[in-house]
């Protein structure tokens, strides 16, 4: 193995990626589409897919956006190999193993076309039959994982991590003060928890695979852990206290409904520095403004059709206050970024020049299309080569093209539809 987590310096210190969505259901929603493009971005470097999968209550809402057309057909299922973090020390087809939901949602007839050699579970069902115990399936698994996947710092590296986060601050299967946080197995098998249900024994990767991944997913949802959330993400870095901040890492992502990130500071001076996604309120109207400007100045040769002063005007009069605005902020509160949108259009979306190709507008797209789940629609100007090709990979189709009479700035323009498979 590698250095224990203990040991170990801050190579990923940097602050994740942060979405805030509606509810648990756009949690699901949003991790789904989140997982197909790390799959598939992972599929295009190294002709395969390794990831982690989890427990707890959030898969079964990931899960049915996963098989539901049209994510579960943008994913060439049969190159993607499916693991686990950890589970629980019980039958598979008990209803507290973490594999049950997976074979119940995900691995059933007609969801997804995945070839069953490619499901790795830990052998708890074999490890059980032979009375073998939790320690000889942990470390039967770490050498099957350790003999498949690439190495990282002598860890194997996963493309994709995911994991939910405990009201007591844990993941994986790895609880506040354990040992595990100092050892340098990399699979362990974990006492049965006295302080949090299910009181049963688990087995466990060793949470040294976070930082040796190439990206980690986290959600959470509901008001129950809002306080252990914003403690993981705006307090000292101490994962011995909360294990979760492991999680709180760069190139990772956090996926929150309202209610889990009620607590999370959203004003300037909340010392976050990772990104969030909230609505629009007036106070917002002027950074929205500045963004609105610099970016069309920056992408565009021919003059806004109004004035600074005109625009201005109509975000503090308009936008704000009559349409479903979205900001995303960044270091200490500044916004980078916004988006609009009315009944089926997603009508506005700018990022600040300099705040590009970090995946800002993909995440606002993403919950655009969460937000409007039935379709949308949006214009774009022509000569907006970077745009157009941002919005067909997000899967809107060019359906109309304008010669500039729709539009005042008299430039040719091309709507573009995004409409979900039913």
Known sequence: GGRPVADRDEEHEGEPTVVIVADPDAVGAAAARHIVEALTAAMAERGRADVALTGGSTPEAVYRHLVAPPLRDRVAWSRVHLWWGDDRYVPRADPLSNVRLADERLLAPA?????????????????????????????????????????????????????????????????PGSPSLASDRIGLAIPAPSHIEPHVERVTLNPAILEAAGSVLATATGTGKAAVIARILEGPRDPSVLPGILARRSGATWILDRESASRLGVGPGDGSNGLVLRRATAADAGAIGDVWIAAFDATYAFPAAHTEEQIREWIGRVLVNETETWVAEQDEAAVIGFMSLTDDMLDQLYIRPGSTGHG????????????????????????????????????FVAVAFGDGTGNEERQPDVRYRWTPEP
């Open 111 to 175: 969801a997804i076309p995945i070839t069953p050699t490619n499901v790795h579970p830990f052998p708890v069902d074999h490890a059980i039959d032979e009375g073998l115990g939790a320690v000889w399936c942990a470390a039967t698994y770490a050498a099957e994982v350790v003999a498949t996947l690439p190495s990282v710092d002598g860890w194997p590296s996963f493309d994709l991590v995911l994991v939910g986060i405990g009201a007591d601050g844990h993941l994986l299967s790895v609880f």
């Open 360 to 395: 800002v507008g993909s995440l606002l797209v993403t919950l655009a299309k969460t937000r409007r789940p039935r379709g949308l629609d949006l214009y774009t100007f022509e000569v907006n080569a970077g745009a157009r090709r941002f919005y067909e990979r997000h899967g």
